[in-house]
């Protein structure tokens, strides 16, 4: 989703970091051999989250939705030496894929994978962490929420995908099987009234909420 002119959207990537070549190489053969390629970050939002990461400096990073391992490698640019990423996704069959690319990278013994239900690995995850990505399935994202909250350190961020849903949150009636939009509707108003944080929503790609807690 384009907020901006396509022609202005395509100066502000142009104008903004280069994507790594790394990146570049792990997007083609996403595109080529794994479903769903649009779920990538992307160019543009990549070079987002890694300044994020780099004005955080994280210690432990926490994302919940690797896919193939964009994100992972994107946010990983800013962690700490001795620093360590978990990284959670479902999809077993994406192991391997997401393996091979961190390994590519200077990253790789820092990047700890974990295949199963977020919900259910987040609390045995023995850590606290600094930053955390949300960008798994939108139904859970208050429950993902909820779960890390007193595992995020003072100050750390949360990072949430997908906030705008290509603009159907600011919809009333819903198709009886979208169960993601008013979830996410919940989620938005979750962030904008819970005390423990303070957030701001950017119209970035399909919009992406900055949450802070105090």
């Not at 701001?200 to 790609?205: D, K, S």
Request: some cysteine; overall charge negative; glycine content about 6%.
């Amino acid at each position: 989703m384009h907020f901006i002119p396509q022609n202005l959207d395509d100066y502000v990537v142009a104008h903004s970091e280069d994507e790594p070549l790394l990146l570049q190489q792990l997007t083609r053969e996403t595109y080529q051999k794994i479903l769903q390629p649009r779920m990538l970050s992307g160019h543009y939002q990549g070079r987002v989250l890694s300044m994020i990461s780099k004005l955080v400096n994280p210690k432990n990073i926490l994302e919940i939705g690797t896919y193939t391992g964009y994100s992972a490698l994107c946010l990983a640019e800013g962690i700490q030496t001795l620093g360590v990423l978990h990284t959670i996704d479902i999809n077993e069959e994406l192991i391997d894929f997401q393996r091979k690319y961190f390994d590519k990278s200077s990253y790789g013994n820092q990047i700890h994978q974990h295949l199963g239900n977020a919900l259910d690995i987040i609390p045995k995850l023995d850590t606290t962490f600094d930053l955390v990505f949300i960008d798994a399935d939108k139904d859970n994202y208050s429950n993902y929420f909820n779960v890390i909250i007193d595992k995020l350190n003072p100050g750390g961020i949360i990072l949430s995908d997908n906030v705008l849903w290509s603009g159907k949150i600011l919809e009333t009636a819903f198709k009886k099987d979208d169960t993601a939009t008013p979830a996410l509707i919940k989620y938005n108003a979750l962030l904008k009234h819970d005390k423990r944080v303070e957030t701001v929503v950017l119209p970035i790609r399909d919009g992406l909420t900055i949450s802070r807690k105090l």
